[in-house]
């Protein structure tokens, strides 16, 4: 083989290459190709996740100022249960002292 015909086998299957790289191009586009229907489509399931996420926030939104008005509203109601308790042992230490001095009295 000379060099003549070295280069023109080259040449050719360097044509080849190129012709069978164009062509898996052309192919690859042809199948990934989007449409106008399709675009329309994922517009509309982005702008129907783009409101999704606007309602969870809202609803998250939501459930946190709820959460802090049924913590407030737990607080308040405890500190209510405290100062009853706190009424009660009193009362109960005085009714005692009551019955205690009703007993020295009867006694003495």
Do not use: K, P, S
Not at 2 to 26: C, Q, S, Y
Not at 47 to 60: G, K, P, S, V
């Amino acid at each position: 083989m000379n060099r003549t015909e070295l280069i023109i086998a080259t040449a050719i299957v360097l044509f080849i290459a190129f012709v069978m790289g164009w062509f898996a191009h052309w192919l690859v586009h042809r199948f990934v190709r989007v449409g106008q229907g399709e675009m329309n489509d994922l517009d509309t399931m982005a702008q129907q996740l783009h409101e999704a996420e606007e309602e969870r926030d809202q609803a998250i939104a939501y459930y946190q100022h709820r959460e802090a008005e049924m913590t407030t509203q737990t607080n308040q109601t405890e500190a209510e249960l405290r100062a009853a308790m706190d009424g009660l042992r009193e009362a109960r230490q005085e009714a005692e002292e009551l019955r205690a001095y009703i007993e020295r009295m009867n006694a003495g």
